[in-house]
């Protein structure tokens, strides 16, 4: 089967190599991969920026889609053909999250997308929405599910203000579903071509995060000097102190992601404690929750931004492709 394998902790450990066409086992089944997406993770652990306590190799990317090619013994609910994405955290099924799923993630530790085929268990699976193309549906399991989950944590009602940060994959979809569901949403970019386009989905004021280091400030000038009620955090670092005055009087910030740090240095007790803050860190989402989201997806007709399109030869230029100015939207491998 050909594939692409990390086995490295650079971009140059990216390979194309030959590896046994996988089999089913009982209650699993084979996907023939039709679209794989890239996320923030897979450049960072393709660079060794994170976890490079992972062992090498491992097939990459998180999250994908395919139509089922063969069913193993004892597989109920799906038929061969069927288009299905997977579930990245394949044991997290249901209830509260247990550290000891983080082995049962797809892209490292566990073999991810970008190979002609995979196999997982009938349990981590889902129907794709049908209204979506291969590459749109490629990008729901991992930054779909974890911008819906920081949402639902933070249970804002409609008219309430969230904050999201940047035209990442993750903010994107954070900001298409708050707008769905009626929030007030200030985005922010480091790039002016992007405001009106973010205007334009639906974001009531942009702030420019290079413009304005002083994002707080520019957040409490667009909320009447009050704040804003949720924050949807991707970037982490020394910003994060600055966000947190940002945030109203018992505001729900979401600890997301690390796009500039995972290191914060000074007073974090004094603002959380004070203004009586809601921090929830956020590990993407189990199976229900999964499912959750797509019906929610269906349901309000939201269409996943895709950005730059690769083949599947270019398989190691997509993932690095995360690291370069780029088109707004996910990178999607699109399978011939
Ligand atoms: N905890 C979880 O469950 C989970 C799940 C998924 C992702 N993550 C993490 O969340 C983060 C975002 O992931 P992603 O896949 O959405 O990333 P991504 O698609 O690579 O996001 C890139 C975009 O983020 C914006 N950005 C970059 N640096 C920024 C900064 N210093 N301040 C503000 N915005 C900045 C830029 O937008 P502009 O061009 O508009 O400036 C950039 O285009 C990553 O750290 C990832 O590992 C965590």
Redesign the pocket.
């Known amino acids: 089967m050909d594939a692409f394998q990390l086995q490295g902790h650079d971009l140059d450990s990216l390979r194309r190599v030959e590896l046994p066409e996988p089999r089913p086992g009982p209650g699993e089944v084979r996907i023939r991969v039709a679209a794989a997406s890239v ?3 897979d ?2 652990l393709a660079t060794g920026r ?1 976890q490079p306590e992972l062992p090498r190799p491992f097939v990459p990317l998180s999250d994908g889609v395919g139509r089922i090619d063969a069913l193993g013994e004892g597989v109920e609910g799906y038929a061969l053909g069927e288009r299905v994405i997977g579930h990245y955290t394949t044991k997290w099924i249901d209830g509260p999250f247990q550290s000891a799923n983080h082995a049962s993630k797809l892209g490292g530790p566990l073999d991810g997308w970008l190979a002609r085929q995979i196999v997982l268990p009938a349990s981590a699976i889902a129907r794709a929405p049908e209204f979506l193309d291969d590459a749109a549906a490629s990008t729901l399991p ?2 779909g599910l ?1 911008a819906w ?1 920081a949402l639902q944590r933070m249970a804002l009602p409609a008219g309430a203000s969230v904050l999201v ?7 994107l979809m954070a900001l298409q579903l708050a707008v769905a569901r009626g929030l007030d949403v200030i985005a ?4 002016a071509g ?1 405001a009106d386009w973010l205007r334009s989905m639906g974001a009531r004021a942009v702030i420019d ?1 290079k413009q304005r280091p002083d994002l707080s400030a520019a957040v409490r000038e667009l909320t009447g000097g009050r704040g804003v009620d949720g924050i949807v955090d ?4 020394p ?1 994060f102190l600055d966000l947190l005055n940002a945030a109203a009087d018992n505001a729900h910030i979401a600890v ?5 740090s995972m290191q914060v240095d000074g007073n974090l007790i004094g603002p959380i404690m004070a203004r009586q803050l809601n921090i929830h860190g ?3 989402g189990s199976l229900r929750d999964l499912q959750a989201f797509l019906a929610e997806v269906d349901a309000r007709r939201i269409v996943p931004i895709v950005g730059a399109r690769f083949s599947f030869e270019q398989g190691a230029r997509a993932i690095a492709s ?1 690291a370069q ?2 088109l ?1 939207g ?1 990178p999607v491998v699109v399978f011939d």
């Open positions: 996320n923030y993770r450049y960072a994170y991992v930054s974890t989950a940060q940047g035209t990442g994959s993750v903010s922010t970019t480091g790039d992007k995060y991707v970037v982490g670092g910003q997301i992601g690390f796009l500039h956020v590990s993407v995360i100015q780029r707004v996910k």
